[in-house]
């Protein structure tokens, strides 16, 4: 259970767009559904594609780690950055108006829910402002008995509109209509020209602390790889993607951050390798993550160490461990 925020009190859904062009929504699904990469939506666990849903909800992806179609998860952190997949050049208009957000995007899926089929109460974590990036809806089919129910309110939103939700409050959905419900989902990183899309009104109270923004990475020269390789011992929380990083040298897992290629590589014992993107001063992100999850590589003085925090928004949790350097220049 998370502390309470001042995010929290803001509205849970806000719609951004009122005028989209539904005859040209409508000429971009005609030209998916037919497709058949349709397939049951899976979750990203541990560093790996999960368990297929049990329910029938069925996902097309139209951006996914890698331009890979058949993902139809979220994604997460790894070697793979997203990018589109071949079916996002069948969807001009989506395209363009996903374009128009002005932010980096992560998976970018079209989610059909069939009829007679319900979701139970979740929350979506670590998902929002206070982790960096946020999920976005378009409704492209509905129906009245089409309902997700969030933070206690009923919401039915309709085609030619766009849509912002806090998802990491509750939330169910129901489909009791004839008709299947297709919206189109947008993971997208969380920007000044995306927060310039909420009304005034929200944005006057957004605490400006509390938001995880986006930072460009930094490229490191062939040099600086090799100064920035390390070995070290990282706490096992750290690699449980959304769970806060926990010092408890027990679960400490061996690590080592090694220069691959044009870029630097976390290699954690029995887990899948995750490339880092550097902001800056020695501070690294996760590809395909946002900066919930951060290394800052402290090697250059007599005590070489490697902070490794976890944030939601104004709260951090850090984590000092002992480096040894792998420099060999």
Not at 191 to 215: G, H, W
């Amino acid at each position: 259970m998370h502390e309470s925020s001042s995010l929290e009190n803001l509205p849970a859904t806000v719609m951004l767009r009122n005028d989209l062009d539904t005859d040209r929504l409508a000429a971009d699904l005609a030209e998916l559904s037919g497709s058949e990469f349709w397939a049951l939506q899976r979750s990203f666990e541990d560093g790996a594609v999960g368990e297929e849903s049990d329910v029938d909800w069925k996902v097309l992806s139209l951006r996914a780690p890698g331009g890979d179609l058949t993902r139809t998860d979220p994604g997460g952190p790894g070697r793979d950055g997203f990018a589109d997949t071949p079916l996002m050049a069948k969807a001009p208009y989506l395209r363009q108006v996903l374009s128009e957000l002005g932010t980096e995007l992560r998976s970018v899926r079209l989610m059909a829910l069939a009829p007679g089929v319900s979701v139970e109460e979740h929350s979506d974590t670590p998902l929002g402002l206070p982790y960096g990036y946020v999920r976005l809806h378009i409704p492209l089919v509905t129906n009245p008995g089409a309902v997700m129910v969030l933070d206690g309110v009923e919401q039915r939103w309709q085609p030619g509109t766009l849509w912002y939700a806090d998802f990491e409050r509750p939330h169910s959905l129901r489909n009791t209509g004839e008709r299947t419900r297709i919206h189109l989902v947008a993971d997208c990183a969380t920007n000044d020209s995306l927060l310039s899309l909420f009304p005034d009104s929200f944005r006057a109270q957004l605490p400006a602390s509390d938001i995880a923004y986006y930072r460009p990475v930094l490229p490191l020269t062939p040099r600086e790889l090799a100064e920035f390789s390390c070995g070290f011992a990282v706490p096992f929380s750290f690699m449980e993607w959304g769970e806060p990083v926990v010092d408890d040298q027990d679960s400490d897992l061996a690590a080592e951050v090694i220069a691959e290629g044009e870029g630097l590589v976390l290699r954690v014992e029995g887990r899948a390798p995750v490339e880092l993107l550097h902001l800056g001063a020695g501070e690294f992100r996760l590809l395909g993550w946002s900066e919930e999850r951060l290394l800052r590589l402290d090697l250059f003085d007599e005590n070489p160490r490697v902070e490794l925090s976890t944030r939601r928004g104004r709260r951090r949790q850090v984590v000092i461990r002992q480096a040894r350097t792998l420099a060999t220049v």
